[in-house]
């Protein structure tokens, strides 16, 4: 697993700095030209005190991707294996933080996002894991919806029982000691639901609603039915199921999305949408932890 450079390590001054970092932040990416400034730059204004280091992985990218991230100073992997479990793999395994933070290339923070994941550590050291919700930027009314509704039942479901249900891997930090590998033969929902259900089984997870990633709308393009038929029940929630069962990808991946969210819809589209939400959003908390059991019980 070749790197272009030894890891980058950011101090406050952003001047480099050889100690070992506590955070390693791991970001896949292709062809991500365009909104990977804006992450990367992100991440540098962190308000977080200690040395951090900042990893691109670049996943077979045929834009200027690498170049983007190697303009601001981070570490650029390549990992020619298609697939975001693969990306996160390589760049995980390169990472020398004692927490390993995973987020995406269209994504951006607020300035105290890693001082924040940080406390919620050192409030229980026992914790193995610390997730938080993602919110849309500049998302169709739906889409603002989905995830606030989505996420508060999360954390609804955490406070309540102490089980997280689901995480978003634009959000998540581990412990790197206690990290079990991802998934690679896994197209979609290995960087979530399969590394969720690890590690659930090695200590406590919490979920932290307050401390929110801002991501690309441009998944959300399509609109809010073909994101719950076809990319959150085919794609994510059956294609993990199916793929894990079998042991091999029979399931591909999804599409990739790289253009801007779509102008406003129709009232008969809004209508349709109202009903797909309330159906998704019972769906994807009921059934993405299921999945994970039915499939769990099977092996």
């Known amino acids: ?134 919110r849309f930027a500049d998302p169709p009314w739906w889409g603002r919806a989905y995830a606030a509704v989505l996420f508060a039942i999360v954390s609804l479901v955490a406070r309540l029982t102490g089980r997280v249900l689901y995480v978003t891997a634009t959000n998540i930090a581990f412990r790197k000691s206690e990290w079990p590998g991802y998934d690679t033969e896994a197209t979609q929902g290995g960087d979530e639901l399969d590394l969720l259900r690890r590690l659930r089984s090695r200590g406590p997870v919490a979920f932290v609603l307050s401390n929110p990633t801002f991501t690309s709308s441009r998944r959300l393009r399509r609109g809010l039915a073909y994101n719950i038929v076809v990319t959150c029940l085919y794609y994510y929630v059956l294609g993990y199921a199916v793929n894990r069962l079998a042991g091999r990808r029979i399931v591909g991946m999804a599409p990739a999305f790289r253009a801007t969210a779509a102008g406003h819809g129709t009232v008969r589209r809004k209508v349709r949408a109202v009903a797909s939400l309330s159906v998704g959003l019972a769906f994807c908390v009921a059934f993405g932890d299921l999945a994970v059991h039915l499939v769990k019980a099977a092996l």
């Open 1 to 134: 697993m070749p790197m272009s450079e030894r890891p980058c390590l950011v101090r406050p001054d952003g001047r480099p700095d050889d100690s070992h970092p506590r955070f390693s932040v791991v970001i896949p990416a292709y062809n991500e030209a365009e909104l990977l400034g804006s992450c990367l730059d992100s991440l540098l204004a962190q308000d977080f005190r200690d040395p951090y280091e900042i990893i691109v992985v670049d996943n077979n990218s045929t834009d200027a991707t690498a170049d983007v991230a190697r303009s601001r100073g981070v570490t650029v992997v390549h990992e020619p294996r298609p697939g975001v479990c693969s990306a996160r793999q390589c760049g995980t395994t390169a990472a020398r933080g004692e927490i390993v933070v995973s987020t995406d290339a269209d994504t951006t923070f607020g300035g105290d996002w890693l001082s924040r994941i940080d406390r919620a550590f050192r409030d229980d050291p026992a914790r193995i894991a610390v997730a938080g919700p993602c």
